[in-house]
């Protein structure tokens, strides 16, 4: 389970606050993956990577009793001088997993040849998604955080290969997904949150939550 209880989170812009979240008090139970729409600007990634532990809440206490996931893409922790190689193990350790598995596992996904034996700062930006997907697919978490989808590559084979891999893992996981397109949710969820105003709206269907998504920002 994962649960925030009465959390805040805001910024200062330079000419106003921005509030993220309100006092919002969720859960998010296993087995029921959810999808949070919410657009542009309202916080999105900011959400998610207080979900993962990258960011604290100004007030309020966010729990976890399962392994929760770095946010899909994220590169921290990783470093640029280093190699894939490197990189892979060093990341292994840091969860407590088997350096072997998690370098094979990464080595194989990426398919970048000599390149996963290179320091991460020479590789492409699409070497980089390849990179920090296979990072997360070698690691096994409850549940998983996708902040807009999955990461953009140009390598059909490779998107082929590791969305499969994600899809047969999300069988017996959970996901918690954030994004400003409905349809982007489809794949993944059932039921939704619309976050707006600094508040969470929760809605049985992902139908009913659209309807509130699509009111609010084309109304």
Request: hydrophobic share 40%; net charge neutral; proline share 3%.
């Amino acid at each position: 389970m994962l649960e925030f209880s009465n959390v805040s989170k805001s910024f200062w812009t330079g000419q106003q606050r921005k509030v993220i979240l309100d006092r919002a008090s969720f859960r998010v139970e296993l087995g029921n993956s959810l999808g949070i729409l919410a657009a542009n600007g309202t916080g999105k990634t900011t959400l998610i990577n207080m979900m993962a532990g990258l960011e604290k809440p100004d007030e309020g206490e966010i729990r976890k009793n399962c392994r929760v996931s770095f946010p899909l893409g994220f590169m921290g922790g990783v470093v640029p001088k280093h190699t894939g190689m490197e990189n892979a193990r060093f990341i292994a350790r840091l969860y407590g997993l088997d350096p072997d598995y998690v370098e094979a596992f990464s080595r194989w996904i990426c398919d970048i040849d000599e390149y996963f034996d290179m320091p991460v700062a020479t590789y492409s930006q699409g070497m980089k998604a390849r990179f920090s997907f296979s990072l997360m697919l070698a690691m096994d978490f409850d549940i998983y955080l996708i902040d807009e989808g999955m990461p953009s590559t140009t390598d059909v084979e490779f998107n082929r290969k590791a969305g499969e891999i994600l899809q047969e893992r999300l069988k017996t996981t959970t996901v918690v997904i954030v994004s400003h397109k409905p349809k982007v949710l489809e794949k993944f969820c059932r039921s939704a949150a619309v976050l707006r105003d600094g508040k969470l709206h929760f809605f049985d269907t992902l139908e009913e939550a659209r309807r509130l998504y699509d009111y609010e920002t084309q109304g």
